[in-house]
C-alpha cells in the first residue's frame, strides 16, 4: 500500500525555538494532507487540510500563525511550530490522499512525538 | 455537533476470545464511519469504513462491523483475537461529502492476554 513517512519521529527542542516537520507521500502524489495533533490517551484532533500550491485551511481554534503549513509540492508537506512552548508538546500525525479521494484513502504517517523543555 | 464516543478506554480478552468495540457517534447526515487500528511506531491503518448498502462490513485481519443507525452506533467485533491485534483501536465519522476530513472518537485500548 502506499506509504507515509515524517521526519523526525520523535524530537526535543527548548522553549522559544521553531521545530519543523516533515510529511512524504513516498509512492504517490498527495494533493491532500492534513494535520493532526494527538494528547496522550488522547483523540486525534484535526489540526489543518493542506492543499498542494495553496494556503491551508486550519480548524477553529488552531493558530495558523503558530502552526505554519507548507505544501509545496505534491509529495511534502510540513508543519513549523513556530516559538514552541511546553504546552506545544504533543504527537504530530500526518496524513496525505491522492488526487480527490477521500478519506479510504487517506494514508497516515507514523507520527512525530514533540516535546518543548 | 459532529463526535464519536468510544466508551472503553481499555480491553483486555484473552487471545482466542471474542472481541467487540464500541463505538457511537453523532451526525446530522449520513455519516461515513472507520475504524482504524494504531500501533506503535507506525501510522493509522484503516480497517474498515462504511458509506451505505450492506450495514454489515467485512474490512481486513478478520474484522467486521455493523452499522445501526437507530443506535448511532458502529462496533467493531472479531470473532477470534489474536495476540498480534493487540493495539490502540479508533473510530471516525466523514462527512457525507467525504472530503476526507476525520472526526476521531478518544481511541480503545486493547490489551490480549496469552
Known amino acids: 500500500g502506499a506509504v507515509v513517512s515524517q521526519h523526525p519521529s520523535r524530537v526535543i527542542c527548548k522553549s522559544g525555538t521553531s521545530v519543523k516537520i516533515e510529511c512524504r507521500s513516498l509512492d504517490f502524489q498527495a494533493t491532500t494532507m492534513f494535520w493532526y495533533r494527538q494528547f496522550p490517551k488522547q483523540s486525534l484532533m484535526l489540526m489543518a487540510t493542506?492543499?498542494?500550491?495553496?494556503?491551508?485551511?486550519?480548524e477553529q481554534g488552531v493558530e495558523k500563525d503558530k502552526f505554519l503549513i507548507n505544501h509545496a509540492s505534491l509529495t511534502l508537506s510540513t508543519l513549523t511550530v513556530t516559538s514552541a512552548h511546553p504546552e506545544d508538546s504533543s504527537f504530530y500525525i500526518c496524513?496525505?490522499?491522492?488526487?480527490?479521494?477521500?478519506?479510504?484513502?487517506?494514508?497516515f504517517g507514523p507520527g512525530t512525538r514533540l516535546l518543548v523543555l | 455537533a459532529q463526535s464519536v464516543t468510544q466508551p472503553d478506554i481499555h480491553i483486555t480478552v484473552s487471545e482466542g476470545a471474542s472481541l467487540e468495540l464500541r463505538c457511537n457517534y453523532s451526525?446530522?447526515?449520513?455519516?461515513?464511519l472507520f475504524w482504524y487500528v494504531q500501533s506503535p511506531g507506525q501510522g493509522l491503518q484503516l480497517l474498515l469504513k462504511y458509506f451505505s448498502g450492506d450495514t454489515l462490513v467485512q474490512g481486513i485481519k478478520g474484522f467486521e462491523a455493523e452499522f445501526k443507525r437507530s443506535q448511532s452506533s458502529f462496533n467493531l467485533r472479531k470473532p477470534s483475537v489474536h495476540w498480534s491485534d493487540a493495539a490502540e483501536y479508533f473510530c471516525?465519522?466523514?462527512?457525507?461529502?467525504?472530503?476526507?476530513?476525520?472526526?476521531f472518537g478518544q481511541g480503545t485500548t486493547l490489551q490480549v492476554k496469552p
Open positions: 493542506s492543499n498542494e500550491g495553496s494556503k491551508a485551511t486550519y
Open positions: 471516525a465519522v466523514g462527512g457525507s461529502s467525504n472530503t476526507g476530513k476525520l472526526i
Open positions: 451526525y446530522g447526515a449520513t455519516p461515513y
Open positions: 496524513s496525505a490522499t491522492p488526487g480527490t479521494g477521500g478519506a479510504e484513502t487517506q494514508y
